[in-house]
């Protein structure tokens, strides 16, 4: 369960930005939109965000310019979409869990689906982490503000544990985003050592559960 997977993320794109997207049939819209940021992602790992052109794009996603400006005006139009999926989805995700009344419990719940959504969207929140530097100052800032709202939530739910675990709740907060911050930036190492998502979530709730149980 996640606020957004691979099949409601264009759903949400287009509603989203329904103002913005000039053409209205909805199954090529849904269609096209998946091209143009698979496109996009594949295009920032191989050439970098900056070096790619909206001409690179319409080759690499078969449309024309025109067919392209049906649905962004630019590449910061882009960079901001991919900001907005990932603050969404990362602002709804702790809301899942409010139910659970265990403070160390609904922790471990909300750094488990983390890190199933970060394996759902790896490259929406690759793309944030590494190419924030593209985004407008308004949205960097919401970025980062996203960030930190995730960190405040574990800092909170840290700090309502008994007996108080040794350290001060922010900076185990930071510790722990950065540990699943790792599954879905160094993605590569994870790869190479055939490890599962199901077993990095285990290890890194392992670890938690060592100090702050």
């Not at 689906?113 to 190419?131: C, G, K, N, R």
């Not at 407008?136 to 996203?146: H, L, T, V």
């Not at 909170?156 to 185990?172: E, F, N, Y």
């Not at 950065?178 to 077993?199: L, T």
Request: aromatic content about 10%.
């Amino acid at each position: 369960m996640t606020p957004l997977n691979g099949d409601t993320i264009w759903a949400y794109i287009v509603d989203r930005h329904a103002e913005r997207i000039g053409v209205k049939r909805r199954k090529p819209a849904l269609e096209n939109m998946e091209k143009i940021f698979g496109a996009t992602f594949r295009l920032a790992n191989e050439v970098g965000f900056r070096a790619m052109s909206l001409r690179d794009l319409c080759r690499e996603t078969g449309l024309s310019m025109g067919g392209l400006y049906g649905y962004i005006d630019s590449k910061d139009q882009l960079a901001e979409m991919i900001e907005d999926v990932v603050r969404h989805a990362s602002l709804e995700l702790p809301r899942m869990f409010l139910h659970v009344q265990a403070p160390l419990e609904r922790l471990e719940s909300l750094v488990r689906a983390t890190i199933y959504l970060s394996e759902i969207l790896q490259p929406w929140f690759y793309f944030v982490y590494m190419d924030s530097r593209v985004l407008n100052f308004e949205q960097r800032g919401m970025a980062k503000q996203s960030e930190l709202s995730i960190q405040s939530e574990i800092a909170d739910m840290i700090g309502q544990l008994k007996p108080a675990p040794h350290g001060r709740p922010d900076l185990l907060a930071a510790h722990i985003v950065a540990m699943f911050q790792d599954w879905y930036i160094k993605r590569w190492k994870y790869r190479a050592a055939k490890v599962h998502v199901d077993d990095f979530a285990d290890s890194t709730l392992a670890v938690i559960r060592s100090h702050l149980a």
